[in-house]
Nanobody
Framework: QVHLVESGGGLVQPGGSLRLSCTAS????????MGWYRQAPGKLRDLVAT???????NYGNSVKGRFTISLDNAKNTMYLQMNSLKPEDTAVYYC?????????????WGQGTQVTVSS
């Protein structure tokens, strides 16, 4: 059994900052690539950022220069530092991870955390 738990969402004013966290726990042998995705009401789920186990990051065009993804391999935890937030960043943010358990490789998703950018 593997779990991804996100935290750090909330309400913030335009131009503000938030930091999201995602921690993987359970019967984990190895956590491989991780990423953040978001889904706004009535829209498809979009890529925000991904990061490989060795720290190579990739960002969606709409967040480049404003968001930073990082990883603490020792804690199986991924972070998303979000700066200069805009109302269009409002969405449910989901954590995703490719995880090797002792039995198989799985693609795991968190339950999501709401980010609302509004004055």
């Amino acid at each position: 059994q593997v779990h991804l738990v996100e935290s750090g969402g909330g309400l913030v004013q335009p131009g503000g900052s938030l930091r999201l966290s995602c921690t993987a726990s359970g019967s984990i042998f190895s956590v491989n690539d991780m990423g953040w995705y978001r889904q706004a009401p009535g829209k498809l789920r979009d890529l925000v950022a991904t990061i490989t186990k060795d720290g190579r990051a990739n960002y969606g065009n709409s967040v480049k220069g404003r968001f930073t993804i990082s990883l603490d391999n020792a804690k199986n935890t991924m972070y998303l530092q979000m700066n200069s937030l805009k109302p269009e960043d409002t969405a449910v943010y989901y954590c995703n991870a490719e995880i090797d358990t002792f039995a198989r490789r799985i693609d795991s998703w968190g339950q999501g955390t709401q980010v609302t950018v509004s004055s």
